[in-house]
């Protein structure tokens, strides 16, 4: 039953044997990666906008719906526990 199944070759350890030769040499030379780090700058994950243009955005939204949003019944949940407090 093994013989008809083929092994797959073993991934080399070459990225870890990497790795671990680069921290042998910081704690040999007494360096820090933080040294080392860059950090990268991202781009914005949103846009601002003036309250007005917020505002005719979600009356589009609003107007492309067709509806306003229905509560669900967490958020009525939520209320009573509100109002109970």
């Known amino acids: 039953m ?3 199944r083929t092994r797959r070759p073993a ?3 070459s990225k870890a044997k990497t790795s671990l030769a680069q ?3 910081l704690r040999r030379t007494g360096a820090k990666r933080v040294h080392n780090f860059e950090l990268k700058e991202e ?3 949103y846009d601002e906008v003036q ?3 917020y505002a005719k955005l979600v009356q589009d939204r ?3 719906a067709g509806q306003m ?4 019944s967490s958020t009525k949940a939520l209320q009573a526990t509100y109002q109970n407090c």
């Open 2 to 4: 093994s013989d008809s």
């Open 43 to 45: 781009d914005a994950v």
């Open 11 to 13: 991934k080399p350890a």
């Open 69 to 72: 949003p229905i509560k669900s």
């Open 23 to 25: 921290l042998a040499e």
């Open 62 to 64: 609003r107007e492309e």
């Open 51 to 53: 309250e007005q243009d």
